[in-house]
């Protein structure tokens, strides 16, 4: 069976196979060899035999092709109503197919499924929410994602990233050592202007167990730095642990489930090692969605709960600004119209909406809602790996123009964006368009407006 | 040939009918899989019962979820189609007449003129459902052949009921029998079909009920806003 060097059914495991694909320039090699990979079609058939089970099936079997689920679809609305990007189309002509086929499907139908499953669709769920049977076609395209990634059919960047999780349990080469010099380095780096500031690794029985996205300890330190002066302020007994600190999973986006296993289990031992009274989550969406709803189930905890139970950083800024730990100076509340850029991830598919606008009570004097928002907002146009794939960058590109003209509807010029994806998003939009807008994770804005105990600050020369 | 589709083709319409649609109750619930589907059904019972409640209710009263506002002209259409097409036979007065002759029981009736204002509604209603379809190309591109026999499947009984009630197109007899003949095989057609969507409706709501009640943030908050 021809297999690429590359591009093959197995997933990266080894240094050497991962440097061999990163110096595959955009992975030209790569999708060259892709066009000659062969479908093992009963390998392919008995996955569908083992793991197509009655909730998939029926939603395949009954959809009524009422086309409701048309305007849910951002991609949909962005690409001039393209009857070919209605979400039931998309999933009907590639999984659908490959069930009624039995697998029997050959590599241009494959590479088709690809660039569907990747290109047509960030498994954001808002379809689900508008089908009256309930046909979350999102949920449909997350496993096939699993198909293609059985077969070799993912895009490379996603290949590396599932490689990365399985070599360095993080989504980039970040390594144990780099992670706690990263903790000291910011620790040390602030020192002067907090007093006291630690970044602790590996304290048992702390009440928070801190864990971030890989980004931000290999690119944007300050923002872990940022996270360590607010659980300072706020006084909390709070840790990092030095293995298992990382959240996210370019896994899930790439559909290696053993992949997510092993990351999250990484996590999962981590509370079990240092027993922590709750674990906090950096401000990512699929981070959350990865670890702590999705994850127990590729670990196969039973009760669907993470070992210890699990927040988003809004829920703990939340609760923090309602217990008065943080406290807002009311003079520093931000003044001009701000809104809030609503993840699928942790928002519809995992409840919060509260909690962000509970916080928008405390820091915002002109807060305006996105129209749609909550539980209905649209994807940031970036969700699912769609952001990193060159591959598809012309059709990222055109979706964005939905959360632009949502965002310029509500005349802000600021956009919080608690979520390493939807930044990333509204940062390209921005570019792009050139539409005149700012965007923010919440913890620089809070730095700005918290009042610091006179303890905390600096003694004066 | 009036006796046999009354008689023994009823006892086998009505047969397949209510042991098909129990087989596919069992089947599904059979199918779920906590691991595959990635929700604790069994430790979490409570909230998946409330978010499965909620995920049935909000959706079978109009209006009543963000997707029943957004397309309002579609949202009257299938409730009166689906209204129409469930209340008409069941309380019709003649069929609960023949209820009462071969089975002994029968169920409260409507007036013939409601009757015939809400097959009138169910006709005219699946018309517009099918010009839909034709109209407007994010349902063309969806729509099979299959999908067009399924709906001649359920508006075939009431377009050959209204013919014989009214006396239409000469036979009487002929359109009767063609009525309950497509009745009997709209029974017998909802397990097999697309139609099944009768039980599995319930079904897929309550799973996607229990998804967002006990993992996608209904431990967390009020439950999700459908």
């Known amino acids: 069976m021809p297999e690429g060097i590359l591009c093959n059914k197995i997933p990266c495991k080894t240094k050497e196979m991962l440097n061999a694909l990163l110096s595959d320039k955009s992975g030209k090699q790569y999708y060259q060899e892709m066009n000659y990979l062969q479908i093992d079609t009963e390998a392919l058939a008995a996955t569908i035999k083992k793991t197509f089970k009655s909730r998939m099936k029926t939603w395949l079997e009954i959809c009524a ?6 305007d849910s679809c951002f991609l949909y609305l962005a690409n001039n109503k393209d ?12 999984l659908g197919q490959i069930v009624r086929r039995k697998g029997d499907v050959d590599n241009a139908f494959m590479q088709m499924c690809m660039d569907v499953a990747w290109s047509k669709c960030t498994c954001c769920n808002r379809c689900g929410s508008f089908c009256p049977f309930g046909i979350d076609m999102g949920v449909m395209f997350g496993y096939l994602r699993g198909l293609c990634f059985s077969q070799g059919f993912v895009p490379w960047e996603l290949k590396i990233g599932s490689g990365m999780h399985r070599i360095f349990n993080a989504q980039m080469d970040v390594t144990t050592e780099d992670w706690v010099e990263t903790c000291e380095w910011m620790a040390e780096e602030y020192s002067e ?33 940022e996270a360590a002066i607010l659980f300072h302020i706020a006084g909390e007994n709070w840790t990092v642990p030095s293995e298992g600190w990382e959240e ?42 990865a670890t702590v709803i999705e994850g127990p189930y590729w670990a196969g ?95 990222r590109n055109i979706g964005l123009k939905i959360k632009r003209d949502q965002i310029l509807a509500t005349e802000a010029k600021l956009v919080i964006a608690p979520c390493h994806n939807c930044w990333d998003a509204i940062r390209d939009l921005e570019e792009i368009f050139k539409v005149g807008i700012r965007w923010s994770f919440l913890k620089p804005l809070l730095l700005k407006m918290v009042v610091v105990p006179e303890h905390l600050k600096p003694l004066e020369e | 040939m009036y006796q046999f589709v009354t008689g023994p083709l009823a006892w086998v319409a009505f047969t397949v009918f209510f042991v098909g649609i129990i087989v596919r109750i069992v089947l599904y619930v059979r199918g779920l899989d906590w691991q595959l589907d990635r929700v604790a059904y069994r430790p979490h019972l409570k909230y998946g019962i409330k978010g499965a409640l909620r995920s049935i209710f909000f959706w079978l009263v ?28 069941i309380f019709l007065k003649a069929h609960n007449i023949i209820l009462e002759e071969r089975w002994g029981f029968s169920f409260p009736t409507i007036s013939e003129k409601t009757a015939d204002l809400l097959t009138i509604a169910v006709i005219i209603s699946g018309f517009i459902l099918l010009l839909r379809r034709i109209a407007f190309p994010e349902v063309r591109i969806l729509t099979t052949a299959y999908d067009i026999l399924v709906w001649a499947i359920a508006m075939a009984p009431f377009v050959t009921g209204f013919m014989a009630y009214h006396q239409m197109g000469g036979n009487y007899q002929f359109w009767l029998i063609l ?22 409706f319930f079904m897929s709501r309550m799973q996607l009920g229990m998804d967002f009640g006990i993992k996608r943030g209904g431990m967390k908050n009020k439950g999700f806003a459908w």
């Not at chain 1, 092709?65 to 048309?70: D, E, F, N, S, Y």
């Not at chain 1, 907090?194 to 290999?218: F, Q």
Request: proline share 6%.
């Open chain 1, 248 to 289: 996210t999973s370019l896994a899930m986006f790439a559909g290696d489930w053993e992949a997510c296993k092993i990351q999250v289990n990484s996590v999962y031992d981590a509370m079990r090692r240092l027993k922590p009274k709750r674990m906090v989550v950096t401000e990512c969406g699929h981070a959350y969605r």
């Open chain 1, 83 to 94: 009857p070919k990007q209605v979400p039931s189309y998309k999933i009907q002509s590639t």
């Open chain 1, 301 to 395: 905890l039973k009760d669907g709960k993470t070992p210890v139970p699990s927040f988003h950083y809004v829920e703990w800024v939340a609760e923090a600004l309602r217990t008065g730990k943080l406290k807002i100076d009311p003079s520093k509340r931000i003044k001009e119209p701000v809104t809030y850029q609503d993840s699928c991830n942790y928002i519809r598919n995992a409840g919060l909406a509260d909690c962000a606008r509970e916080i928008m009570s405390y820091i915002a004097e002109d807060f305006r809602e996105m129209s749609p928002c909550r539980e209905h907002n649209f994807c940031c146009g970036g969700g699912g790996g769609f952001n990193g794939l060159g591959r598809y960058r012309e059709q």
């Open chain 2, 62 to 89: 109009p209006f009543a979820t963000r997707s029943w506002r957004y397309y309002k002209g579609m949202t009257i259409l299938v409730f009166v189609f689906h209204i129409g097409l469930i209340f008409t036979p």
């Open chain 1, 65 to 70: 092709h009422c086309g409701l689920c048309a």
């Open chain 1, 193 to 225: 202007e907090w007093p006291g500031l630690k970044i602790p690794v590996d304290v048992e029985n702390a009440d928070i167990m801190y864990t971030v996205n890989a980004r931000e300890p290999k690119h944007y330190p300050e923002d872990l730095a």
């Open chain 2, 179 to 200: 009525h309950i003949l497509s009745g009997e095989i709209m029974l017998m057609a909802i397990p097999f079909t697309k139609l099944s969507h009768f039980i599995l």
